[in-house]
């Protein structure tokens, strides 16, 4: 559903529908209007012309060619997700309508950075090409940091500064996207030059403050990093907000912050106007099953909130950090006709959603065709091992009896992780993984057939007590990360993801348990939602019969690889110290 230029014509048009003196295309009737100016309900009819709106509530007799009784449902804007990644959902953009858009969803802020990272600037195009056609709408939050670790990582693509500055150009353009601590406190001016063409462009640039303390922040905010997604306690939300960081409340599938932020906004009576909402990262069952932005609101409306500021962050709050709120954000004359017909303001639940008039989702359904989008074969051969590939990449040798090893812990519903250092048995100059007490070998195999490195080291929080866990999806660089009790399994699992060209396995004693191909970059799959989320399901039941108890394993395993994310990460470079931004040893020191 591509939307119409607008012209000088179609203006003139607008305003003689909007004087009464030309029929509309849609007249809704017996509405009461979320108005999030004034946080008021009022009783109204909307009319329409060209997919905006022309009149709220005209005194003169409407004439449209068609009308739709709202049977006296709540109108509020279209949804938003101030910041995520399509990539991690699983889906393309088109297979995604099926399941954001019924959840009244009409607005995505994309941060673009996976297929970056693997495919550059022809995968970006690739991912967005056509998404004019979409039930909703695509902005681009250009990615800042790809590779996100140069020197500690190997990625597909890259992007530098003129490639970034000319995406920026570009009216799809809303931002730039994600900046890490150390781009900035690093004072590393190649990054620098990239905010500065956000600037130029009056565009906003996005932030990743992650574990910073106050004077860190300091710096962060006189960069001109306008948001941050990262905080996991209320303290964390409000520094941010005292230092001009607008503050986006994230849930994710292992993200979950609305419980602990938004209790603490309305304990505090915290004001919500720099307050928005997004998802970041999101597996397609999570958000059939519990909602996209929607849950973020209906979450905020149990813990207290009152429903309109709720909806506000979801709307308003978010198209007028991105400078986008003369065109959607309000049910306003002059706006595009994006929104949401509720029964009621205690359950989130849309019965009818449109996009620019047009109705695109009713009682949970789409109810305008989307048809699949056809991929270049380039990104459909992204995995490519090396051909020296062989278990014994996976030994972590060391002499004596026992080794002292760093070692990953996980975070409950968290990305952040703690560092340990624990002792291994050593056996045939091989440190071995002990799962009696769940420290599980952890590995990142290069994928784009450029060095074939191998990075190993050591986990605790998964649980498994034998085979292996694999993902070709590893932020940021979306190398092959895998977790498991044996090397040989660990192997079979990376190699069943090449045959697959990307995707997540299970391996046991030697056989293929269960897979989930996603050859498009390594990241997503072709099929409809429907059917990723059945093979989703099963390959997270085959975890949880490998002792995993993690509700989103292979999302978690995603996020272990990541070079930014405190307070270690790994990489096929090896161990790497975020927030010293270095690699580090996984052996520290070895015993008689």
């Not at 299970?506 to 093979?535: R, Y």
Request: aromatic share 6%.
């Amino acid at each position: 559903m591509t939307a119409m230029k607008e012209t000088v014509a179609t203006l003139a048009q607008e305003l003689r529908v909007a004087l009464g003196e030309e029929p509309a295309d849609l007249y809704i009737t017996n509405l009461k209007i979320i108005d999030v100016f004034t946080e008021t309900i009022y009783s109204g009819n909307m009319v329409i012309k060209n997919g905006r709106i022309a009149a709220i509530n005209p005194s003169w007799e409407v004439k449209a060619d068609h009308v739709f009784d709202a049977e006296g449902r709540y109108a509020v804007p279209g949804f938003m997700d101030a910041h995520i990644h399509i990539e991690p959902t699983l889906l393309t953009p088109q297979a995604l309508a099926s399941v954001i858009v019924p959840w009244g969803t009409t607005v995505l802020f994309v941060d673009a950075m996976e297929i970056a990272n693997v495919a550059g600037i022809k995968g970006l195009e690739a991912l967005i090409s056509h998404s004019d056609e979409l039930p909703y709408r695509i902005y681009l939050e250009i990615p800042s940091r790809v590779p996100t670790a140069p020197g500690l990582e190997t990625t597909g693509g890259v992007l530098g500064v003129e490639e970034v500055k000319e995406l920026l150009k570009s009216n799809q353009a809303a931002s730039l996207g994600e900046l890490d601590p150390s781009k900035i406190l690093g004072v590393r001016e190649e990054y620098l030059a990239k905010v500065i063409s956000a600037r130029e462009q009056g565009k906003v640039a996005n932030g990743h403050a992650i574990g910073l303390n106050w004077d860190q922040l300091n710096v962060y905010a006189a960069a001109g990093l306008s948001d941050d997604h990262e905080s996991v306690t209320y303290e964390e939300l409000v520094e941010r907000l005292r230092l001009g960081i607008k503050a986006l409340i994230r849930e994710g599938s292992t993200e979950r912050n609305v419980e602990a932020l938004v209790r603490g906004a309305v304990e505090h009576h915290l004001p919500t106007e720099n307050l928005l909402f997004c998802t970041d990262d999101k597996h397609v069952t999570d958000i059939a099953v519990e909602g996209h932005i929607s849950y973020n609101i209906q979450k905020s409306i149990d813990l207290g909130l009152d429903p309109i500021k709720a909806i506000k962050m979801a709307t308003i709050n978010t198209s007028k950090h991105f400078r986008l709120d003369h065109l959607f954000g309000a049910i306003t004359p002059g706006r595009y006709a994006d929104f949401v017909l509720l029964d009621n303001l205690k359950t989130i639940k849309p019965v009818y959603v449109f996009k620019e008039g047009q109705l695109v989702a009713q009682e949970g359904k789409l109810t305008t065709e989307v048809k699949p989008e056809k991929f270049p074969e380039f990104l459909m051969e992204t995995v490519h091992l090396s051909f020296n590939f062989k278990p014994a990449d996976f030994a972590v040798k060391a002499r004596g009896k026992s080794a002292k090893v760093n070692v990953i812990n996980l975070y409950p519903d968290q990305i952040i992780n703690n560092k340990t250092e624990e002792w291994l048995n050593i056996d045939s100059e091989q440190v071995q993984v002990d799962t009696e007490h769940d420290i599980l070998k952890l590995a990142v195999v290069e994928r784009y057939g450029k060095n074939g490195q191998v990075g190993v080291g050591y986990v605790r929080g998964f649980k498994l007590k034998s085979g292996a866990l694999a993902s070709s999806v590893s932020h940021d660089h979306h190398n092959i990360v895998i977790v498991g009790t044996n090397d040989q399994d660990m192997y079979l699992a990376a190699q069943e993801i090449a045959r697959h060209q990307g995707g997540f396995a299970a391996v046991q004693d030697g056989k293929i348990l269960g897979v989930l191909p996603l050859p498009i970059g390594g990241l997503m799959s072709p099929l409809p939602a429907e059917k990723v989320m059945e093979q989703l399901t099963s390959l997270n039941q085959v975890a949880k019969s490998m002792g995993c108890e993690l509700p989103a394993p292979f999302m978690t395993l995603s996020f272990i690889s990541l070079p930014t994310v405190p307070e270690l990460g790994l990489t096929d470079h090896g161990l790497i110290d975020v927030l010293k931004h270095c690699q580090i040893k996984t052996v520290i020191e070895t015993g008689s």
